[in-house]
């Protein structure tokens, strides 16, 4: 969790700069992206300091889904405006070198931060990890816009990309918001807990 938010941090950080510098409507969405993976990483870390964490589940969710709906309307918007041709990004050396290191580094994060909350039972720590992995398949689709749109000028090449992430999002928005994302509770792991020494009790 340390990791994801100071990974996002820093990667929001560049992203926007690159993508002021370079006039791109992908860079800036990828580091607002990573700001909004900062404020639900936060929102998960913010529920297990609470006395009773499964109390906070489902308003952890709701802000969860909030910022996935917040993304896709964002993402949207862009990709429209760059393929009317309101928006026409540059070539970006840093922005490229940037997506491409998340893409290897984000799917990793989000496998780790998935096994830890289907440990722990934890729905938002699950849904987290979905907004990681989001991240991941948004910055291969900067990458590939990017690398496109210096190769070739293919501009709307990465609103392509980011209009099929904004309906992923939007699909993962509504799985939050109805609390789908995690099946196991934290009382349904307790109870298999129980059941399991009862049995090692038994065999011995």
């Excluded at 509504?174 to 129980?194: K, N, P, Q, Y």
Aim: glycine content about 6%; aromatic content about 8%.
């Amino acid at each position: 969790m340390t990791f994801t938010i100071a990974y996002n941090v820093i990667e929001a950080v560049i992203a926007i700069w690159a993508g002021a510098v370079a006039s791109s409507a992908a860079l800036i969405g990828f580091g607002l992206d990573s700001v909004v993976e900062v404020l639900s990483a936060a929102a998960v870390g913010w529920q297990f300091t609470r006395r009773d964490p499964e109390r906070w589940e489902r308003p952890t969710l709701r802000l969860i889904a909030l910022a996935f709906f917040a993304l896709a309307a964002y993402v949207s918007v862009s990709a429209v405006l760059t393929l009317a041709g309101a928006m026409e990004p540059e070539h970006s050396t840093v922005g490229i070198i940037l997506a491409a290191v998340s893409v290897v580094i984000m799917p990793a994060a989000s496998l780790f931060e998935r096994a830890t909350g289907r440990e722990l039972g934890s729905a938002t720590a699950v849904a987290d990890s979905k907004q990681t992995m989001l991240c991941a398949l948004l910055s291969a689709a900067v990458l590939v816009g990017l690398a496109f749109n210096s190769l070739f000028g293919w501009a709307w090449a990465d609103s392509v990309a980011a209009l099929f992430i904004a309906g992923f999002a939007i699909r993962e928005g509504i799985e939050a918001w109805r609390g789908d994302a995690c099946a196991t509770s934290v009382g349904m792991l307790m109870e298999d807990d129980h059941d399991h020494e009862h049995e090692h009790e038994h065999e011995h």
